[in-house]
Nanobody, 111 residues
């Protein structure tokens, strides 16, 4: 299993980013997928989950209405669309599949 996140960076408050997670080594379309994040000095927390076909999603209260999880099973890729970013969204973002983690991508929200 390999999960490779990308798309992070430095963005101003109110800005947007799209994170991607390229998955390989398993049948991506058969499994639900999840985004987590870990801010400095804090526990890793669940951000959003999507079912295998993408028909159902769930988002943490802290990001609901601002972030959207999505997937493209033809491309074996998971996405996290992030809008209206806030400084408290600063964290390393990880995609997760059945105990497997990517290396993470850093998101920094600062003016």
């Amino acid at each position: 299993v390999q999960l490779v996140e990308s798309g992070g960076g430095l963005v101003q408050p109110g800005g947007s980013l799209r994170l991607s997670c390229a998955a390989s080594g398993f049948t991506f379309s058969r499994y639900a997928m999840t985004w987590y994040r870990q801010a400095p000095g804090k526990e890793r927390e669940l951000v959003a989950t999507i079912t295998s076909a993408g028909g159902s999603t769930d988002h943490a209260d802290a990001v609901k209405g601002r972030f959207t999880i999505a997937r493209d099973n033809a491309k074996n890729t998971l996405y996290l669309h992030m809008n209206s970013l806030r400084p408290e969204d600063t964290a390393v973002y990880y995609c997760h599949h059945r105990g497997n983690w990517g290396q993470g991508t850093q998101v920094t929200v600062s003016s």
